[in-house]
């Protein structure tokens, strides 16, 4: 992942993309659309791409499913990685807004929100909020990796691994 979304590596999307999509196979009812997770102008600008787009592409194309881009991302906020969860909330708590030219689209469907880490919950938590705002039946995420919680030093989990 970290390839993909610091390293330049955007042909590791379709690989990625195609495993997302066979765990949201159960979840892509008829008339299910596909949403990525946005992220800042400033990131797609330095990264060339949003990491999370190129998934939900991948998602959409394997599902037979429309991407239609639901959420905006207004702001230019911090970045998520080095925050505590309480932290990651508040950063997110606004940061994503509907799409006025898409709002219809959204109505009463299933959306499956397509981001590339889950790591707290904030980032798909904030959007989902906005999204049942909006008017979707159900969200269901879908995420490539999920980041385990830091153990402390002593922590029993941290000698296992």
């Known amino acids: 992942m970290h390839a993909l979304k610091y390293g330049g590596w955007s042909g590791l999307a379709p690989f990625m993309g195609d495993a997302i999509a066979g765990a949201l196979a159960p979840d892509a009812a008829p008339g299910s659309i ?3 997770v946005p992220t800042t102008r400033r990131r797609e600008h330095e990264r060339g791409y949003n990491q999370a787009a190129l998934l939900a592409d991948r998602v959409a194309a394997r599902l037979g499913t429309p991407r239609i881009d639901a959420l905006l991302r207004p702001g ?3 970045s998520q990685t080095d925050l ?4 990651r909330r508040e950063n997110v708590r606004e940061a994503f807004a509907g799409n006025p030219e898409v709002v219809d689209a959204i ?3 299933h959306v ?3 981001d590339d880490v889950l790591t707290t919950g904030a980032t798909a938590g904030a959007a989902a909020v906005v999204l049942s705002g909006a008017g979707a039946r159900s969200v269901t995420l879908g995420a490539f990796a999920r980041a385990l919680p ?4 002593g922590d029993a989990r ?3 691994a």
């Open 84 to 87: 505590a969860p309480d932290a």
């Open 158 to 160: 941290a000698r296992a």
């Open 150 to 153: 830091t153990a402390a030093p």
């Open 34 to 36: 596909v949403v990525a």
């Open 76 to 78: 230019e906020g911090a």
């Open 112 to 114: 499956l929100l397509v």
């Open 107 to 109: 109505s009463g469907r």
